[in-house]
């Protein structure tokens, strides 16, 4: 049985749709399923729209978070409590083609352990958005050592993989990295960023930019090393500065540097404060950790018949 996952945030006028097309595709090709649809805190009435599914449909699955605990808590709740020897996870919004999920169950069939959709076309983004995107893909490949051009949270995935990840002991997870990070047999299939069937995003600029740095944070320790790479740069500033000095004033010619002054002053200032930024974040990072709080909870199910 295929599980498929689909997370969901104010996705009401959405969710209907996605089960049945998601349901037509996979009955279609004979595969047998289950779909768990996953509220993470949503406040335009999902959850009910959920129930209405199950109801609907003994196959349909829903669990709802008893707040918004983020797209990868949503993520993980859905992959915890999939029965599927395999697992797919998709958007709600239908910019995920359910048309390709039996395209990539064969593609598992036939050995592969991650089957990753893999983006032909970004769909409707500024030009904003797609450089930031180019920006944090690339600093992944170079920093994390995790190639993810064009990839997206569409994937399916075997359980062994699956067991993994329910497994991790971390709090800040990277479904879209973390999948692909320990290896396994790998398949790709290429697909269109569809508009959105319905409503708006709930992702803003200022949210996709938090969550790349969280996600670079959690895969490589590299960016502190930036720290490192500011202070050697400081050090050379300084040994030409302090050579010039002394030198002028050998000769007789030192004359006031107040221009100079300050810019060494604001140089040095926007580097520490710099250093500061990155090490707080990893320390932050380090706090969340620490404290041992659950990715997610559960507050309520419906069509759910095995323990959770």
């Known amino acids: 049985m295929l599980s498929v996952v689909i997370p969901a945030f104010n996705e009401k006028e959405n969710i209907l749709a996605v089960v049945s097309e998601t349901a037509d595709v996979l009955q279609g090709a004979g595969i047998a399923f289950e ?3 996953v509220d993470d805190g949503s406040q335009d009435g999902t959850f009910e729209a959920i129930e209405a599914a199950a109801g609907a449909d003994a196959r349909v699955v829903g669990l709802r978070l008893s707040r918004n605990f983020g797209k990868e808590g949503a993520i993980m709740a859905g992959l915890a409590n999939a029965a599927g020897v395999a697992c797919a996870v998709m ?7 359910p048309a390709l999920l039996p395209a990539m169950y064969k593609l598992w069939q036939e050995g592969a352990m991650v089957v990753q959709g893999v983006k032909s076309s970004r769909g409707a983004e500024s030009r904003i ?4 995107a180019n920006l944090f893909y690339g600093m992944m490949s170079r920093f994390a050592k995790v190639d993810l051009r064009a990839a997206s ?3 399916l995935i075997d359980r062994k993989v699956v067991d993994i990840l329910a497994g991790l002991p971390e709090k800040t997870r990277f ?3 973390l999948s692909v990070y320990y290896g396994f047999s790998q398949a790709k299939v290429e697909y269109a960023v569809k508009p959105r069937q319905a409503g708006k995003t709930t992702w803003s600029l200022t949210g996709l930019i938090s969550y790349a740095l969280g996600s670079i944070s959690s895969f490589t320790a590299l960016p502190l090393q930036i720290t490192t790479f500011l202070g050697l740069v400081m050090l050379a500033v300084f040994v030409a500065l302090g050579a010039q000095t002394l030198f002028n004033y050998f000769t007789g010619n030192a004359v006031e540097g107040f221009t100079t002054v300050i810019l060494l002053l604001l140089f040095i200032a926007s580097a520490i404060s710099i250093s500061l930024g990155i090490i707080g974040h990893y320390l932050a990072k380090i706090y ?3 404290k041992g709080r659950p990715v ?3 507050e309520k199910t419906v069509g759910l ?4």
């Open 35 to 37: 779909i768990l649809l």
């Open 91 to 97: 958007d709600a919004d239908l910019q995920h083609p």
């Open 129 to 132: 958005q797609r450089a930031l």
């Open 153 to 155: 949270d569409y994937m």
């Open 175 to 177: 479904f879209r990295g």
């Open 288 to 290: 969340e950790e620490v």
């Open 296 to 298: 997610y909870v559960v």
């Open 305 to 308: 018949k095995r323990n959770m």
